[in-house]
């Protein structure tokens, strides 16, 4: 499908009942033909910035050029660059990481990315102080999502994530060996350990406890 005026990349993005474009580079509501050419500059800025940016490596400004539905994608193509720089390729990872709000959706694109990861030097000298094996809690609205490969080793955060938006939640948990973990990250304070769920042994389930509404 083409529209008359808009540039053909954006064509295939434009929703146009919803009057939306939603591109990984640009994301507009309220799009109609009276606005193509404002669109159409906008989105030419903003890929001539981004071919600058993955021409000198600049990993991090090309990644979040990019709208955040689209930053793993974004990712994935950066990471042949650093192939060769592992500690560079772990800040990058984490940072979108981070920044993620759709992990779930993404779910096996994200265990490719974390399968080629290990911890960083300061993480594992946090969890060298931690007993063997550790325990670990996620804590999820749906059961389907109990698959996933963020946990916690805070049983608390782990109730708050189940009872955030339902009082139907549930928190699994179990143990893992520190060899078995990707990263350790406490910059969200939630203690929270990237690791494959198949490496979680011991599992059980629970149903979490309500949190009181007000």
Known sequence: MTYDGLNPRLCRFYHVEDRLIHAPLLIEYGVNSERFAEINERYRTRHVEADRMLKNRDWEGYIFHHERPYRLQALSRCLRGLRDDELRRGEVVRLVWLDSENIRQHLARWRKVWGDEKPTLEELAVLATMPEPLTVFRGVGHRRALRGISWTLSSERAQYFATRFSDNGFVASGVVVKDSIRAYLTE?????????????????????TPLIRS
Request: zero cysteines; proline letters at 5%.
């Open 188 to 208: 969200r304070n939630e203690a929270e350990v990237v690791v494959f769920p198949e490496q979680v042994r011991d599992q059980t389930i629970a149903t979490a």
